[in-house]
Each structure stands twice: as structure tokens, then as C-alpha cells.
């Protein structure tokens, strides 16, 4: 799976993204339109957000907010201390506050999903979609004309989701699970029906029905994200993802655990 190498962060007015890691053990998705940069949750320990951050050439005072997706600890780890040590405002819904996960957080912003907001000239929409937590939203992002889609935790493509996620310049999308390691692995029963369900996660082969649907021409960019270390494997995605391609599978691109995913220019 090809990983384009980032050059310099930000560099040019161009609608940018970068991961600082994505998995079941932390996620945080770089956004920058060259002026306005948010971090899309914050799944890892302070420190180790700040050390993530640093590797893609970023300093939190950087940044200008934090938005998140919902309350599970894979997405909000991080997101109270980072917020209160540098002043960060934090966008969420109201249900993902009342969850009463996050713990203090000063500066909070309202999302209301299906609502579209602005960070300076970032724009945001923000997409309600089935997973199981209290008010969980996705968000597409424009600026300059590009449009970028994050897409994890989803429990199974609605059409609302399909509608919402439609025409991207590129798209951070989860890849679960493999549906076969899933139910031979070594998850107990009741975790296997939670993460196979349709609240749960997104398996390889419902990431790639759902791509064609979304809009596969315009996409430069395909970032397989959110992979189980357990119930997945790389190779398992490229093989199921790879034909949809053309045989041009310098679009697709992974989002790692430990190294996440360089800088990337949507052009
Ligand atoms: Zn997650
Ligand atoms: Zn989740």
C-alpha cells in the first residue's frame, strides 16, 4: 500500500491531512486548509499526542480546536488535557458531552449534526452516522474547492451516510475488520457481535462496497484507517480494496497504530 511522503505541513493553501495513528487504540486525524488546523479527536495520552504531533512538524499551540467524533476512549483519550493545557476550544455534540467522558473541558462548541459550520474558511459538516455511542458524527471538511471525508466507526453505510460522504477529493475511511479473522479470532462472542453489528465497525468488505457508492473517479486519496490489530491485516484490505482501483493503487493508503499517516495535499 502506497504512503505518499508528507513535504512541509501546511505548506500553500491547500486542504491538508495528516493521522497522528489510528486503531483501537487511539486516533487523531490532522485537518488544515493552510490557515485554520483542528485535530479530529484525540485518542492518545497527552504527552503522546504532543510527541505525534511533533513528528508531523506541529506544536498544539498550533492548533485551533479539537473535534470529536464521540465519546469512546479510543477518540477522546487525549482531548480534556490537551483542551485545558492549551486553551483549545472543543466541538461536540450535546450527546457526546452528557456522556460525561470527557471530564473538564473549559471551551466547549456546540455541533449540531446535519449542521455546517466554519472554522475561519474551513468548512465542516458534520454526519450523523450508527455506531454505539451517544450522539456519534463523521465530518466532511471543504476549503479551496477540495473535500475531504473522515469516516471511521461506522456501524454499516446508511444512505444518509452514502448521500452525505458523496463526491470527496479523499477520504479517511474505515477498514476494520476482515469478516472471516473477525469470527476466528480470538474476541469473545459477545465482542464479536458488537464489532461485527451493525453499531459497531466497518468490515473491509462493506468499505469496499460502499466506495463505488461514494464516488471512486473524483477520489485521490483512499486512507484505509481504524484497522484491528487482531482481526485485520494490511494486506487483507489491499487485496479487497485494490481491484476497485483500476490497478492504480497509489491512491490507497493506510493510517497506521504507532506511525499514522504523513502529510497529505488533496491537489
Ligand atoms: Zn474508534
Ligand atoms: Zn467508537
Known amino acids: 500500500m502506497g504512503e505518499l511522503e508528507a513535504k512541509v ?18 486516533n487523531a486525524t490532522l485537518v488544515s486548509d493552510g490557515e485554520t488546523r483542528v485535530l479530529v479527536d484525540c485518542g492518545f495520552p497527552m504527552r503522546d499526542a504532543e510527541r505525534r504531533l511533533n513528528r508531523l ?3 498544539p499551540r498550533q492548533l485551533d480546536a479539537i473535534l470529536v467524533t464521540h465519546e469512546h476512549g479510543d477518540h477522546i483519550r487525549g482531548v480534556g488535557a490537551l483542551a485545558r493545557r492549551y486553551r483549545l476550544p472543543v466541538y461536540l455534540t450535546a450527546g457526546c458531552w452528557l456522556s460525561r467522558r470527557l471530564g473538564d473541558v ?12 466554519a472554522i475561519r474558511g474551513l468548512e465542516i459538516d458534520p454526519i450523523t452516522v450508527p455506531h454505539d455511542a451517544r450522539e456519534p458524527v463523521q465530518f466532511r471538511f ?4 477540495r473535500h475531504l ?10 444512505q444518509h451516510v452514502v448521500d452525505a460522504f458523496r463526491g470527496c477529493n479523499a477520504l479517511v475511511l474505515e ?8 469470527a476466528d479470532g480470538p474476541y469473545p462472542f459477545r465482542l464479536k457481535r458488537r464489532v461485527g453489528g451493525d453499531w459497531g465497525h466497518l468490515a473491509n468488505s462493506q468499505a469496499a462496497a460502499l466506495l463505488p457508492q461514494l464516488g471512486l473517479d473524483r477520489l485521490e486519496r483512499i486512507v484505509c484507517s481504524h484497522l484491528s490489530e487482531q482481526n ?10 485494490a481491484p ?3 490497478g492504480d493503487e497509489t491512491r490507497l493508503m493506510l493510517a497506521a497504530q504507532d506511525k499514522g499517516l504523513s502529510w497529505q495535499s488533496i491537489a
Open 9 to 26: 505541513p501546511d505548506a500553500g493553501r491547500r486542504l491538508s491531512f495528516a493521522s497522528l495513528g489510528s486503531g483501537s487504540k487511539g
Open 57 to 59: 512538524g506541529l506544536h
Open 106 to 117: 473549559p471551551d466547549r462548541r456546540w455541533i449540531l449534526p446535519q449542521t455546517r459550520f
Open 142 to 145: 471543504r476549503a479551496h474547492g
Open 149 to 158: 471525508g473522515v469516516l471511521t466507526d461506522l456501524g454499516h453505510p446508511t
Open 175 to 182: 477498514c476494520n475488520h476482515d469478516r472471516q479473522m473477525l
Open 232 to 241: 485485520n491485516h494490511p494486506e487483507r484490505v489491499r487485496e479487497i480494496l
Open 244 to 246: 476497485l482501483l483500476d
